[in-house]
């Protein structure tokens, strides 16, 4: 499975930015799907998931201002962001991995990772 990601870019705070990822590859709809993201300094982290069936995870920091949705027939899963804040600012990374019994939250759960887009949230 191959991913790529688009959509970041700058945006004011309380702004939206919607990122997409397109993946190519056999067996989309069997992978759960993920999001992350990596600020400066920091390590990768969590910010939200969805099953094949639809299910989805989030972040305390993402829930309630980003939605995650995937559509199997396109191979395209997006995230929605709103009312984002400076905090965060990071290169974000669509994922793929096996589908288990809860959506994984630890990177090394995916085995399939896109390229980041960067998003950049100004005060």
């Known amino acids: 499975v191959q991913l790529q990601a688009s959509g970041g870019g700058l945006v004011q705070a309380g702004g939206s930015l919607a990122l997409s990822c397109i993946a190519s590859?056999?067996?989309?709809?069997?992978?759960?799907l993920g999001w992350f993201r990596q600020g400066p300094g920091k390590e990768r982290e969590f910010v939200g998931g969805?099953?094949?069936?639809?299910?989805?995870l989030y972040a305390d920091s993402a829930k309630g201002r980003f939605t995650i949705s995937r559509d199997n027939s396109k191979n395209t899963v997006n995230l929605q962001m709103n009312n984002l804040k400076p905090e965060d600012t990071a290169v974000y990374f669509c994922?793929?991995?096996?589908?288990?019994?809860?959506?994984?939250?630890?990177?090394?759960?995916?085995?399939?990772w896109g390229l980041g887009t960067e998003v950049t949230v100004s005060s």
């Open positions: 969805a099953t094949s069936g639809g299910s989805t």
């Open positions: 590859g056999r067996s989309f709809g069997t992978y759960t």
């Open positions: 994922a793929a991995g096996p589908t288990r019994l809860r959506i994984g939250v630890q990177t090394n759960e995916y085995n399939y």
